[in-house]
C-alpha cells in the first residue's frame, strides 16, 4: 500500500504539466543598416513532453536599452504532435539607432507554461 502511494505521489510530481524547452539558435542576418526594414530568420529545436506547444514570444532591446516585448505568435507550420521539433521563425524590425541590438525568443504551450529563452544579437549601422 505503502509503494502504490509513494508511487502515485511521484507521479503526480514528476507527470504534471512541464513546460517546452528550446535549444540551437541559429539566426541572420548579424547586421542591418540604421532606418531600413530588417528580417531576422531564427532556426532552432524545441522539446515538448506534453507536445501541446502552441506560441513563440518574443522581445527585442535598442541600443539605449529600450525593450519592447510582442505578442506571442501562433507556431504555424510547426507540430506540436511531436516530443521533438524544429521551428523557422522571424522577426521584423526598423533599426533606428546605431549600436547592438538583442533579442529573446521563446514558447509557451497550450497551458501557457513558457520555456528558456534563448537570445542573439546584430549591429545596426
Not at 44 to 55: G, I, K, L, R
Amino acid at each position: 500500500m505503502r509503494l502504490a502511494l509513494l508511487l502515485l505521489v511521484l507521479c503526480v510530481v514528476g507527470c504534471g504539466p512541464q513546460p517546452p524547452s528550446i535549444n540551437n539558435l541559429s539566426y541572420g542576418p548579424l547586421a542591418a543598416a540604421v532606418g531600413l526594414p530588417v528580417t531576422i530568420a531564427l532556426t532552432f529545436t524545441y522539446v515538448d513532453q506534453n507536445m501541446d506547444t502552441a506560441e513563440y514570444g518574443y522581445l527585442t532591446v535598442d541600443p539605449s536599452g529600450g525593450t519592447i516585448i510582442y505578442p506571442r505568435l501562433p507556431l504555424v507550420g510547426s507540430s506540436s504532435a511531436t516530443i521533438k521539433a524544429m521551428a523557422t521563425l522571424s522577426i521584423n524590425l526598423t533599426p533606428t539607432m546605431r549600436g547592438q541590438y538583442s533579442f529573446e525568443i521563446w514558447v509557451a504551450d497550450l497551458t501557457d507554461l513558457e520555456s528558456n529563452h534563448l537570445s542573439g544579437v546584430f549591429k545596426a549601422d
